[in-house]
């Protein structure tokens, strides 16, 4: 076993009360790109929490050998010095701080504590070129987007001189080009004698770029695959992750569709900063009773914008643009009066925009809709908790009780709670804004079962997601969105990914083409 | 890793059922007992003096200001912001109120009313600047503190501004005594009597709305001991306040602020708003929450409280007083955060913050009755604020039963579970009512 560079022997790491690891091996070859799989709570972060020290030795049991030597990181330093970097899936950079003080952040070219400022600019143009970034090092982090900002996270890890990169979940916030970039950039450090563990949910970018998978289940490892000698395809991985065939990864669905239910018409909104930039121009589409209705779009393109402007104007400003109801003209300026009105908007990043983490599951629920459980003018918490126990059981929440805390879920109990809580404002249309991001497979198929009752419910869904197979798998009309402008409205047969990216970088295209 | 194993249902010993049947709020529960080991400390040191009944007494005049504005104060922290004004504006209102009975000869109950008007508009001034210009309200009452410290001196001029006596009632005054002479206070006892009654039927309700939910009802032995624990200390205050002159009027008030303020915050929609604004506020909005009038009607509320802590601390002197409500905003706040507020927003008790405040006076008077310098006694409380937050840092740290095990788990952060993969709570922790309900400000 010459060509094995890492090799994690029977890992246990308990937490308090738990086995988040049991007897775990992992085995990887110098120069490959590993990936490990799992669903949320697997166990992945907390093994390469394990093998980059941030869980110190002692506090598990096992061995770890790198480079045949035995290792006992007793902290991040340590195994930084030994030559492993972990990328978080929040990334460590400070917005504030330029590229090249990020970039030496804790390993400052300098000397008896004098920093060369010189020296470390070059140093960092040599390194940005390296993962293909032309940006002046003297920029500020806050003004590059997330997507060149993950490739600062790469260059930082080689400033350090790295043999083995492990990157968390490095393409969970990027766009599909920026994805694409970051895994060439990934496939170029594997020949330059790079070794990468990636732990990602997005399985077909595994199944395109990984040489071996790891999957975990339960804290434990289930298995070890090689992807190109065994043929693995993304219904293989899901079967390692869940114990189990998915026969479809998107639950069978007969739509029902009916009556027109909401009309968006010449919508515009232009950006809250600056009120020549038009985030959202002239959008007009619409959503039927029962309808599952997908909006396409990359980052940036005024999704999310479009769907909170139409959402009581809670983002921007409108600038033109009519809405009806079931054939009436509303006229939404606040949330509360959307909300009235039968709308509701399920955000994206449920953390920050959609829960109270202080708050339980209960409250959590009646958050949006405080007023559906007062009695004699009184907050009832009686009633609270009935309301809340029918929603745990109908969204199957897994929970002690809704006395638990919402900061104590797993990301699919905490969508849930965040679905539940928009189901009990008891609306027409719900506006989905990537629900199913960062959780796990199994809980992606129960959101999506979800999403089909409220559809057979008789209400309208207008779905925003990322993932184009999720959206393929579930709408029966799709949008796509580029710079603001609807570029196509394509029925669910005529829908394939390359049709939605191609109408998706439209706007772009054209533009450019009218300006050579 | 199930989630579903986490935590029992329900607390299994009785003594975390009597916790839970208390509030469940582990840090509340804490305080508590904290001041009860002080009144007790303090007795024995004092030789029985600190409970005397005159001693009682004054621990409520002197510290009626105080409690008003920590009142105020736990909304506006639970909010997310902080009042550093408050003092200043007591000091305002109350010179305002001064001048406006001495030369103007507005008699005393209308310039009450004039206190509390001009105490909602210097609140609705610093609110439009918090609310509707978006400036953070550190620096918005900053500026306060030196705008209405700087009106109060030019009105005042230096000199103090006698108040008449209807006035000093409302800081001074008894409740007149009625009845046969027991050699006790009648009205005192009589409504000590009321409010165990009314605590009995309150749980008594509660426990048949519960049966009418079909939700579980805690046994009935828990809630006689709840009704006997908490009514024998009611009684026991109230005799000692009835063996003195009875209840001061500004016990009186302070006790209609906290039912009032108390029912807010934990019965209606705008409590649950406040929460959700101060706990995120951007998920507020999305969720419909007016989050601009939230923080506009916490700022009015503070200035109205304000005015009346001023009013009473006037009334306490017989007079306005240049430098009145010097540092008044300090006690507010310090009473609030040992209360159990949270820095961040979005946690925090008015009972709690009354506790924190009562913590705090008995710390004072019992100090000053050991004749112990004043000086000293603030380096006292000073401890005792950073020691109070810190004991709630370090319980925050999941699945650590003892508190050493929490002394531990600070020095030894990195191993705690990461966010991404959430770690069930520690069910070894769980049976004493722990992990979550000490997040939630609102679990009762």
Known sequence: MDNTILSMKGITKKFPGVKALEDVTLNVR???????????????????????????????????????????FKGIRESERAGIAIIHQELALIPELSIVENLFQGNEVATHGVINWYEATAKA?????????????????????IGKQQLVEVAKALAKEVKLLILDEPTAALNDADSMHLLNLLDGLRHKGITLIMISHK????????????????????????????????????????????????????????????????????????????????????????????????????????????????YGRKTSGELFKDGQALHLKRVSQAIDAGLAYVTEDRKSLGLNLHDTIKVSITSAAVKDIRHNGMVDENLETVAANKYRKDLNIKASSVEQGVATLSGGNQQKVVLGKWMFTGPDLLILDEPTRGIDVGSKYEIYEIINRLADSGRGVLMIS??????????????????????????????????LMRYMTQGKNQRKAAQQ | MSQETSAPDAPTSFVAQVRQAMGGNVRQYGMI???????????????????EPRNVTSLLVQNGYVLILAIGMVMVIIAGHIDLSVGSVAAFVGATVAISMQRFDIPWPLAIVLGLVVGIIVGAWQGFWVAYVGIPAFIVTLAGMLLFRGLDLMMLNAASVGVPEGFQVIANGFIPDIGPNTGYHNPTLLLSILLVVLLAVLELRKRAALRKHQMDVPPMSISILKVALIGAAVLTFGLLLASYKGIPVVGLILALLIAVYTFVTRKTVFGRHLYSVGGNSLAAGLSGVNTKRIDFMVMVNMGLLSGVAGMVFTAYLNAANPKDGVGFELDAIAAVFIGGAAVAGGIGTVAGSIVGGLVMGVLNLGLANLSVDSNFIQVIKGLVLLLAVAFDVLSKVQGRPSFIGMIMSGMNRTSS????????????????????????????
């Not at chain 1, 143009?125 to 987007?145: C, F, Q, Y």
């Not at chain 1, 770029?209 to 070890?224: P, V």
């Not at chain 1, 065994?230 to 007969?254: A, F, S, T």
């Not at chain 2, 009860?36 to 030789?47: E, K, P, R």
């Open chain 1, 30 to 72: 110098r120069g490959e790109i590993h990936a490990i799989c799992g669903e949320n709570g697997a166990g992945k972060s907390t093994l390469m929490k394990v093998l980059s020290g941030i869980h110190p030795f002692g506090t598990y049991e096992g061995q770890i050998f790198f480079e045949d030597r035995l290792c006992e």
């Open chain 1, 125 to 145: 143009t040599e390194l940005l070129a390296r993962v293909g970034l032309s940006e002046n090092p003297d920029t500020k982090i806050k003004n590059i987007g």
């Open chain 1, 203 to 314: 399985l077909n970018e595994i199944e395109q770029i990984s040489d071996s998978i790891t999957i975990l289940r339960d804290g434990r490892t289930i298995e070890t695959l090689d992807v190109k000698a065994q043929g693995i395809n993304e219904d293989r991985i899901i079967k390692g992750m869940v114990g189990r065939d998915l026969d479809h990864r998107y639950p069978p669905h007969e739509p029902t569709v009916g009556e027109m239910l909401l009309e968006i018409k010449d919508w515009s909104v232009v950006h809250p900063d600056d009120d020549s930039r038009y985030v959202v121009h002239d959008a007009s589409l619409n959503i039927r009773r029962g309808e599952i209705v997908g909006l396409a779009g990359l980052m940036g393109a005024g999704r999310t914008e479009l769907a909170r402007s139409i959402f009581g104007q809670s």
């Open chain 1, 466 to 499: 990322s993932e184009l197979p999720e959206l393929l798998g579930l709408c029966d009309r799709i949008y796509t969105l580029s710079e603001g402008v609807i570029t196509a409205e394509v029925s669910r047969e005529q829908a394939d990914q390359e049709t």
């Open chain 2, 33 to 51: 007992m904290a001041l009860l080991l002080l009144v007790a400390l303090f007795q024995v040191l004092t030789d029985g003096l600190f409970l």
């Open chain 2, 417 to 444: 579970p990461t966010p991404t993969e959430v770690t069930p709570p520690d069910p070894q922790a769980s049976p004493s009512g722990k992990p979550d309900s000490k997040i939630t400000a609102d679990s009762h």
